[in-house]
């Protein structure tokens, strides 16, 4: 088969393709869009600035008449933004009568407690502690 293949010349691409290729390869204009750095640190600062609730946590709070006020979710989101800059990881946001696990990353809300439940429990696998 190696045989075959004696004196096989290469092959050389025509003049037509030969320009496709340089029009394709030319650099375009410059766009107005954001470098994907600036792109990437926007979604994650839009992130940290929410707060989400997982099903759990939504159940719990029902459960134990957690009201989820505009207010309250702008002090989770503001505690959420603070634990963020500090590079915590898992937080307890709690005042007297309520506490909350976030998970910073997600800016999700893990679970609730009332204040009766708060005296009873030992908090573990917590970074940061946030007084609302």
Known sequence: MIDKLHNVAPVVPSASTQAATAARTQTAPAQTQPAFGAMLQQQIQQRAQTVNFSKH???RAEERGIELTPDL?????DSVSKAHEKGAKNILAFSDSQAFIINIPYGRVITTMSGEE??????????GAVLL
């Open 57 to 59: 946590a939504l159940a």
């Open 73 to 77: 979710m702008g002090k989770l989101a």
């Open 118 to 127: 708060m005296r009873q429990n030992i908090f573990t696998n917590i970074d």
